[in-house]
Each structure stands twice: as C-alpha cells, then as structure tokens.
C-alpha cells in the first residue's frame, strides 16, 4: 500500500529520503535539504514501516511545505522505497539523501551546474566526510582510495569527468549514495536498484549507469556520514554482495580496463582479511591478505600480511600454553 500526501509540481531536482525508525536524524536531513537554497526542488519522503512516529512528524511537515511529498510502505526494504519514489518524482535529476546522512550548502547547485554545462554526464556524485559517534571528521570518502586521489591531485578545476568511469567504479566502490545525483530519465530506463541484491543494491546501480553514459565527480566533501559500527553477521552478507556485483560485471569491465577487475578482487579479499582478522582467524586473514597482494601490489597489503603473522604466532603460542 502506498499512501501519498502532497501536492505535485515540475522541479528541477527530486530528492528522495528513504526513512525507517529514523526521526532523530530525519530533521537534520531536511533542514539540509532547505540550505541548498534551490527555489525549484521536489522532496519524497518515504516512510518504510516506521514505529517511533516518524510518519505522523513527516504528514506535519507536508502540510508547512507544499513540495514535499509522502509516501507510506510496509517494511518493503530501501531499494523498492526509492523505486517507488523515483516513478512518483517529477524533476529532471533525481537526488537521494538518506535520513541519517546530510548536505553542506551548495552540493545540489555544483553539481547541478556541472552536468548542465557537461550533457553527456548522466551521473554525479561527490566526496563525503565520516564522522565518529561525536560527530568529529575522521576521514572522507577519497582517503582509502588511491585512484581518486590521484585523480583529484591531476584535475585543477572542483569537477572533472570520471577517465573510463564504470571500471573506476568497479575498482573500488567508494561513492555514497547520498552523494549522488542522476538524470531521472537514464534511472527509469535502466529500472533504478535491483532490490534482489541486498546490501550492493547502490553499487550495482552504479556501475548500470555508469556503463551508458559519462560519470562526473566533485572533489570537495559536499556531504557528511555518521560511521556506524557493522555487526559481523551484516558484514559477511556485505561481502557476498559485492561478490554477486563482481560476478555480474567483470566481463563488462574487463573490456574497459582489466586492471580494475584485478583491483577490485584485491579489495574484496583485503575486505575478507579485515573481517577474519576481527573475528580472530589469522590464518584465513593471511591467506586473503597474500591474495590481494598478488592481485594488486600495495604496501599497506604487505604490512597487513606481517600483523597476520604476527597474530598466527600469537595465537599458536597460546594454544600451546592452553595444551601444556
């Protein structure tokens, strides 16, 4: 069932907000919304089977707004969410925003003005800030990705056109989907996420895109991400999703460039290591580490390669101090 609250309109811009249980952030989320100082802009608000009272906060709120627009599901899941948000939007780009992350000022208008000065770029996204629990900066999204700090070092101007952008993508996923803004038109006709791939669903997407037309980038973080911790049992799912988008796409990337492909499996078995080095499985560690090695040479692979050796001997000293 879908409810709809709101009245219609032709904007520039569709923002869609996908919320669950999250009215302690969705209001730092619209207010940024507001700061991008468009005149001309659509907000779809879609409330996925929320208990804490979100959904009667956001009917207040669309009665004070006359371009915001509600909708009501039943635990369908994000990505049937923003699909159905998208149909019912209206505006010539489409941006998504999720309700615990939120805008600096002027992220919509740069890359609005961007993709209408470059057509051919059917896709934009921009770096985003992590933050720790108290809300302090740690990193942003470009630091652990060599290619896109190379690539912000090698482009003077604040936006640039993404080199051979679906297999930059597939090398490392590092875009965030609240970063990103795309040609309403180009989503439909590609049938938005694939709600079948759970947890990758936005990295898929992507790459879909990504394979049909140019991808933009702004290098400044026009966005910001509270961190939070993954449960192991989420991570082991994330990394089989990402194995299900490599499996899906390889060939495809391989035409454009193989060193990605060879890029990405190096940080999907770097990821694996990560996981089996928390969950106190050196040897398995070692074995994804010596991998990624092998698939892509870099020196933080061979310092992760000594701390596996380091814990393997740790843990085979205190298995035979228990066996004395």
């Known amino acids: 069932m879908v409810t709809k609250i709101g009245a219609n309109m032709k904007p520039t811009v569709s923002v869609i907000i996908p919320s669950k249980n999250c009215l302690s952030s969705l209001p730092r989320a619209i207010d ?25 906060w956001i009917c207040q709120l669309c009665r004070k707004h006359n371009n915001l627009i509600a909708l009501k599901l039943n635990n369908e899941g994000t990505s049937t969410a923003r699909n159905h948000a998208v149909r019912v939007s209206s505006g010539t780009y489409i941006a998504f925003l999720d309700a615990d992350k939120f805008w600096y000022e002027h992220k919509l208008q740069q890359q609005i003005k961007f993709m209408e000065e470059n057509p051919q770029v059917g896709i934009s996204f921009t770096n985003c800030e992590l933050m720790n629990d108290k809300c302090e900066v740690t990193h942003d999204s470009f630091t652990n990705s060599d290619y896109f700090k190379q690539q912000a070092k090698r482009h003077n101007q604040d936006a640039f056109i993404v080199p051979k952008g679906a297999a930059a993508i597939f090398s490392q996923n590092i875009i965030g989907t609240s970063t990103v803004l795309v040609r309403r038109d180009l989503y439909l006709a590609l049938d938005g996420f694939d709600h079948n791939i759970k947890l ?125």
């Open 32 to 56: 940024s919304i507001w700061q991008q100082n468009i005149a001309n802009i659509e907000v779809i608000i879609v409330d996925d089977g929320s208990t804490d009272g979100s959904w009667e």
């Open 200 to 324: 990758a669903s936005d990295w898929d997407l992507w790459l879909k895109i990504a394979l049909h037309t140019a991808v933009g980038c702004i290098k400044k973080p026009l966005a910001a991400c509270l961190r939070k911790k993954t449960i192991m049992s989420h991570q082991v799912k994330q990394l089989k999703a990402t194995e299900q988008v490599i499996k899906r796409y390889e060939n495809k990337i391989k035409t454009i460039d193989p060193y990605a492909v060879r890029s990405a499996h190096a940080h999907l078995s770097e990821s694996y290591a990560e996981y089996y080095r928390q969950v106190a499985r050196p040897a398995q560690a070692l074995a994804c580490d010596i991998k990624a090695l092998c698939e892509q040479p870099a020196s933080r692979r061979f310092k992760n390669i000594l701390t596996d050796l380091k814990l393997s001997m740790h843990m085979s000293e205190y298995d035979n101090g228990m066996n004395m």
